[in-house]
């Protein structure tokens, strides 16, 4: 039997790159997938994706800060399947800014979507997990930038480390209705495909940066991950596998969190990497 045989799992931005790797592993450990993207065309791609080999999706474009497609979301997949067992907060907008140069509004946008789609889908998952009974898991991406200091990607750092403490405190307030809440922590990811890859990795070399960062050289494991990589560790968490894990976090980061701040494991590489966004 499949792990997530049975389970219907929402996942909020379902790019090609980590929420669309997300769904379709999901899929292919037999959960069945509500796609949401605000792009209608990620969100339906990555339902047609899975479809074409013989799983069972469907998609939604919105916004994660518009209360009226959060519940449109959850009302679809109760309706169409009976309940929602699994939550993925994916949904995240990649403007990388810094302090000083970061418009009042746009922090706020990133911060409403970082933390308000958390929120509002959250809310609304964990509303129809009670309503129908079901023991679920909710988990939020969060991000390496979540746990250290990252320059000039204000907004986003400050939302992924206020997603810290907002899993903790959901976890406890969903304790007692069995629904699990937990935390998962990537980082700066490549594409799955080699030659997309390399090309992104060029790129972000040539392009100059106030603030240069050595992602391959300073990386223990030697190479950087792609989104398949998270993939095992999600199933798990949205798994019975997990029934006693809550308030938690899971990190995939090849050691990065880990090293201690002056080594350097891979001297003399000096590549910068992309991570599409601030992973």
């Not at 039997?1 to 379709?24: D, Y």
């Not at 993207?37 to 800060?65: M, N, P, R, W, Y």
């Not at 799955?192 to 890859?197: L, R, Y």
Request: glycine share 10%; charged share 20%.
């Amino acid at each position: 039997m499949k792990r997530l045989e049975g389970k219907v799992a929402v996942v909020t931005g379902t790019s090609p790159h980590i929420g669309g790797a997300i769904a379709r592993g999901f899929a292919a450990e037999g959960a069945r997938v509500v796609c949401t993207d605000l792009s209608e065309s990620h969100a339906k791609t990555c339902a047609e994706q899975i479809e074409a080999v013989g799983g069972e999706a469907f998609a939604v474009a919105g916004d994660v800060t518009d209360p009226a497609h959060v519940q449109e979301v959850v009302d679809r997949a109760a309706d169409r399947w009976g309940h929602v067992d699994v939550l993925i907060n994916n949904a995240v907008w990649f403007n990388k800014k810094g302090l000083l140069t970061v418009p009042l509004e746009e922090y706020r946008r990133q911060l409403d979507i970082i933390l308000g789609g958390a929120f509002l889908f959250t809310r609304a998952a964990a509303e129809s997990m009670i309503r129908t009974g079901t023991r679920g898991s909710i988990v939020n991406i969060l991000s390496t930038a979540a746990w250290q200091g990252e320059p000039g990607n204000i907004a986003y750092s400050t939302g992924k480390s206020g997603l810290i403490n907002f899993t903790r405190s959901a976890a406890m307030e969903l304790a007692r209705h069995g629904i699990r809440v937990n935390g998962f922590t990537p980082t700066v990811t490549l594409p799955e495909d080699p030659e997309v890859a390399r090309r992104a990795m060029a790129e972000a070399m040539a392009a100059p940066s106030e603030y240069p960062m050595d992602f391959v050289g300073q990386f223990p494991l030697g190479r950087l991950p792609v989104p398949s990589d998270y993939v095992p560790a999600l199933v798990f968490l949205a798994s019975d596998e997990s029934q006693m894990v809550t308030g938690g976090n899971i990190t995939v980061d090849g050691g990065a969190t880990a090293k201690y701040w002056p080594w350097t494991p891979h001297p003399g590489t000096a590549e910068a990497t992309t991570s599409e966004g601030g992973m």
